[in-house]
């Protein structure tokens, strides 16, 4: 059989293509239309229909086709369409081929499929709910709020079918399959925090979605397998154990022409989470415009700008101290202005980022020192403020 073209997305879709699926924020089937397929880009176009219902078998159940036109909150009737990445989820089906509803292209773009929810969005808008929508089947925790309130309870409200849990430490994955044995869609994501038991997450067997950030703990063994989650349709890691990170890649990269979208990047070795662990720029490592060199060089100058700023704020006070954080704020500012003047790659995330990490070092400062120091604060961003050009 001949390999499949690189230039056509791994589960087969064609342009025209009306595709079905069960949206759980609607609680029936609904479907899109493929309108456009970007080899390069590897993302597909897809106008949302209409229409909602039970499970379709081909496009008379669907009767006239009429794309989803968007009153909610500030969509001022626009179509929803939009670019989404090109492989088709395997609990999707195409269920026929028709005349493009809509021949221009779309301006927005989505990573993952969500079939449905903005039909959701508007029925609830129509509805007369004019608040923020809030997901019925969704959670969301920190770790600290789950261990005291949801652990070691009895299986919970079957309705939540979507979790989202913050790591600040540690978190036992074993507590969070027996509260909420039927989901369907998991984030875990931390701040260099551990997940215990990961190999649980086996037993979530409806799972069709799992994010995984900037947690740590895992190990080959603890990889999720087609023969338990059968149902999986999206695989997100980032800045997780590499063993944890190959073992997926290798389990699931054979799952992507039934269905299954990989993405995993910033893998981590061991040596990593200890150098940095108290590095606030650490995720420019791995982030896909910024190069090492310059990931090396800007945790540099932030470890030079945090040295010289706790020796001023811990040395005793001068006439001339304010002046001193200002200039240091100057000196940061300007540091960054080079990096990222030949090629520009600071932008809105990386600039509070940045502004986030002149903050952080204010802090320590003042957990060791057991005082306020938002004077100084203020002068570092104000000398920060007065010459960055990003």
Same mark, same amino acid.
């Not at 338990?228 to 992507?256: C, D, F, G, K, N």
């Given at each position: 059989?001949?390999?499949?073209?690189?230039?056509?997305?791994?589960?087969?879709?064609?342009?025209?293509?009306?595709?079905?699926?069960?949206?759980?924020?609607? !609680?029936?089937?609904?479907?899109?239309?493929?309108?456009?397929?970007? !080899?390069?880009?590897?993302?597909?176009?897809?106008? $949302?229909?209409?229409?909602?219902?039970?499970?379709?078998?081909? +496009?008379? $159940?669907?009767?006239?086709?009429?794309?989803?036109?968007?009153?909610?909150?500030?969509?001022?009737?626009?179509?929803?369409?939009?670019?989404?990445?090109?492989?088709?989820?395997?609990?999707?089906?195409?269920?026929?081929?028709?005349?493009?509803?809509?021949?221009? !292209?779309?301006?927005? &773009?989505?990573? #993952?499929?969500?079939?449905? @929810?903005? *039909?959701?969005?508007?029925?609830?808008? $129509?509805?007369?709910?004019?608040?923020?929508?809030?997901?019925?089947?969704?959670?969301?925790?920190?770790? #600290?709020?789950? *261990?005291?309130?949801?652990?070691?309870?009895?299986?919970?409200?079957?309705?939540? &079918?979507?979790?989202?849990?913050?790591?600040?430490?540690?978190?036992?994955?074993?507590?969070?399959?027996?509260?909420?044995?039927?989901?369907?869609? @998991?984030? *875990?994501?931390?701040?260099?925090?551990?997940?215990?038991?990961?190999?649980?997450?086996?037993?979530?067997?409806?799972?069709?979605?799992?994010?995984?950030?900037? *947690?740590?703990?895992?190990?080959?063994?603890?990889?999720?397998?087609?023969?338990?989650?059968?149902?999986?349709?999206?695989?997100?890691?980032?800045?997780?154990?590499?063993?944890?990170? %190959?073992?997926?890649?290798? %389990?699931?990269?054979?799952?992507?022409?039934?269905?299954?979208?990989?993405?995993?990047?910033?893998?981590?070795?061991?040596?990593?989470?200890?150098?940095?662990?108290?590095?606030?720029?650490?995720?420019? $490592?791995?982030?896909?415009?910024?190069?090492?060199?310059?990931?090396?060089?800007?945790?540099?100058? &932030?470890?030079? %700008?945090?040295?010289?700023?706790?020796?001023? @704020?811990?040395?005793?006070?001068?006439?001339?101290?304010?002046?001193?954080?200002?200039? +240091? !704020?100057?000196?940061?500012?300007?540091?960054?202005?080079?990096?990222?003047?030949?090629?520009?790659?600071?932008? %809105?995330? #990386?600039? /509070?980022?940045?502004?986030?990490?002149?903050?952080?070092?204010?802090?320590?400062? #003042? /957990?060791? +020192?057991?005082?306020?120091?938002?004077?100084?604060?203020?002068?570092?961003?104000?000398?920060?403020?007065?010459?960055?050009?990003?």
């Amino acid at each position: 059989m001949a390999a499949r073209s690189l230039s056509s997305p791994p589960r087969p879709v064609v342009v025209g293509d009306v595709v079905a699926a069960y949206s759980d924020p609607l !609680g029936a089937w609904t479907a899109g239309q493929i309108t456009g397929i970007d !080899g390069d880009w590897k993302k597909v176009d897809v106008l $949302d229909l209409d229409w909602s219902g039970p499970e379709p078998t081909s +496009l008379l $159940d669907l009767g006239d086709l009429r794309p989803l036109r968007l009153t909610h909150h500030s969509w001022e009737g626009k179509l929803s369409h939009c670019h989404f990445n090109w492989v088709l989820p395997r609990s999707h089906k195409v269920i026929g081929n028709r005349p493009l509803l809509r021949t221009e !292209g779309s301006n927005s &773009y989505g990573s #993952e499929w969500r079939l449905g @929810l903005q *039909l959701a969005l508007q029925r609830s808008w $129509d509805g007369g709910n004019h608040d923020s929508w809030v997901d019925p089947g969704a959670r969301t925790f920190s770790d #600290e709020y789950f *261990l005291h309130e949801v652990d070691g309870r009895p299986a919970l409200d079957g309705e939540v &079918y979507d979790v989202t849990i913050t790591v600040a430490d540690t978190f036992d994955c074993s507590g969070l399959v027996a509260a909420y044995p039927g989901l369907k869609r @998991l984030t *875990l994501r931390g701040k260099l925090g551990t997940l215990t038991n990961a190999e649980s997450l086996n037993r979530l067997t409806e799972l069709q979605r799992l994010s995984i950030s900037d *947690l740590f703990g895992m190990t080959s063994m603890d990889r999720l397998t087609p023969e338990h989650v059968p149902h999986l349709e999206t695989l997100s890691l980032s800045s997780v154990p590499a063993e944890y990170a %190959t073992a997926m890649r290798a %389990t699931w990269r054979t799952e992507i022409p039934n269905g299954t979208d990989v993405d995993i990047h910033s893998p981590r070795k061991p040596d990593w989470v200890a150098e940095n662990r108290d590095n606030p720029l650490r995720d420019w $490592d791995g982030r896909e415009h910024i190069s090492t060199a310059r990931f090396k060089k800007a945790v540099a100058q &932030y470890k030079a %700008t945090r040295r010289a700023v706790l020796a001023e @704020l811990r040395a005793p006070e001068t006439a001339d101290q304010l002046s001193r954080l200002f200039s +240091l !704020g100057r000196e940061y500012g300007e540091a960054f202005n080079h990096m990222d003047r030949r090629n520009s790659f600071i932008e %809105t995330g #990386e600039r /509070e980022e940045l502004f986030d990490a002149l903050a952080g070092i204010v802090k320590t400062a #003042e /957990e060791g +020192l057991g005082r306020d120091l938002a004077w100084a604060g203020e002068h570092l961003i104000n000398g920060l403020e007065s010459i960055r050009d990003w």
